[in-house]
């Protein structure tokens, strides 16, 4: 009985601290103490060719809707035809910008990703951007068609391929960026987490910290892996770019139950976590930025973050794996990588 009690009485409170926190967060912006993130860099990106992926929700469509409206020619990439067919109708309709097109993408599938590459190279001779944005969270265990683990090939082996397959036509393009759209998850694992994980093993995926924990193992790769190009590409400017929490899709397959605990979660996330429009504030910065410093992480609040430099042995030792894995040439390898020889397994 006492028991019951308690769970009722720890319910009820934290649903007041909830309303609380709300009827604060509420007044804040009635009042106008609280300021979203903006970015208020001028427009350099009008007429520039970029990708996005992921662009038909969330983050990825606030971020192309802004590349639109400045009038930059956007290639949306995504792996549902009729939502990327949507977005691109809806940016028509809302910026009058005609320049906005969709490629089909699968990142979960390595043959997808040459199969996009090669559309996008039919229609096009320059790419002034990657917004490398798409990514799941909290996807069910399973391996791709690839034999890789999915999280893990979405977030970064899938992206991986995809940055190095347009490397040539960055190069060669005026001004060129990459964006990595990031998450602080990826501090909550240890780059000896990353060295440890075997992404042609099915994970167990039980618990939320599970979940939390492969998703960031995805975002630590896209950290080591941005310290290499910054390295290997002088000329193109490499970012990364967190959004901060943001209340988009890519929760929809967590708190689903209508237990209280989690519809308490639910509408916590409803009121405190920011709109798509603010989490693409980092990203947009990052694209119109005059004198962008290669290899910058940028946090949700648009400040530049120092970190320390990863290991050069283990950025190289990632990148091998990574070449072997995605199957692309030897001649891909970081030098080190082929003197020791590297084999993925
Ligand atoms: N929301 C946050 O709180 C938060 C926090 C930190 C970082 N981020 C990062 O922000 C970025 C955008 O996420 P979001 O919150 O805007 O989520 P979202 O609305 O779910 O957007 C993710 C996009 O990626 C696409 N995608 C997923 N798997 C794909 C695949 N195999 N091939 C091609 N596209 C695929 C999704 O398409 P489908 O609709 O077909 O699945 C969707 O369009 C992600 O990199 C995420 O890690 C988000």
Avoid at 98 to 106: E, G, K, R, T
Wanted: proline letters at 4%; glycine letters at 6%.
């Amino acid at each position: 009985m006492w028991k019951m009690i308690t769970v009722v009485l720890t319910y009820l409170a934290s649903a007041l601290r909830i309303v609380a926190d709300a009827a604060i967060l509420l007044l804040k912006r009635r009042l106008k103490l609280y300021r979203p993130v903006q970015c208020c860099c001028q427009n350099r990106v009008r007429g520039k060719v970029v990708i996005v992926t992921g662009a038909s929700s969330g983050i990825g469509f606030a971020i192309a809707h802004d590349l639109a409206s400045k009038g930059a020619h956007v290639y949306l990439a995504g792996r549902n035809i009729k939502t990327g067919q949507d977005a691109v109708l809806k940016l028509h309709k809302k910026t009058g910008n005609p320049a906005i097109h969709f490629l089909y993408l699968d990142l979960q599938d390595f043959c997808s990703i040459h199969a996009f590459v090669k559309s996008f190279l039919k229609c096009e001779n320059q790419l002034n951007a990657l917004v490398n944005n798409a990514a799941v969270f909290h996807h069910p265990s399973g391996l791709t068609t690839d034999q890789i683990e999915i999280t893990y090939q979405t977030n970064y082996l899938g992206v991986f391929l995809l940055t190095n397959l347009l490397q040539s036509v960055l190069k060669q393009s005026s001004n060129p960026r990459i964006v990595f759209v990031t998450s602080e998850a990826h501090k909550l694992v240890s780059v000896q987490d990353l060295v440890a994980f075997k992404p042609r093993q099915l994970s167990s995926l039980t618990t939320f910290s599970d979940y939390v924990k492969i998703y960031g193992l995805s975002k630590l790769a896209l950290h080591l892996y941005s310290q290499h190009l910054v390295e290997s590409l002088p000329g193109v400017y490499v970012g990364l770019a967190d959004p901060g929490n943001v209340w988009t899709p890519i929760y929809r397959r967590s708190w689903r139950s209508w237990s209280l605990k989690h519809m308490l979660v639910r509408l916590q996330c409803y009121i405190f976590m920011r709109d798509a429009q603010e989490g693409a504030q980092s990203t947009i910065h990052f694209l119109n930025t005059p004198n962008p410093r290669s290899g910058q992480y940028i946090n949700s609040f648009m400040v530049g973050e120092e970190k320390q430099p990863y290991d050069s042995s283990l950025v190289k030792r990632l990148v091998a794996d990574s070449v072997f894995l995605t199957g692309l040439p030897r001649s891909s390898l970081p030098q080190a990588a082929v003197v020791t020889g590297v084999d993925g397994s």
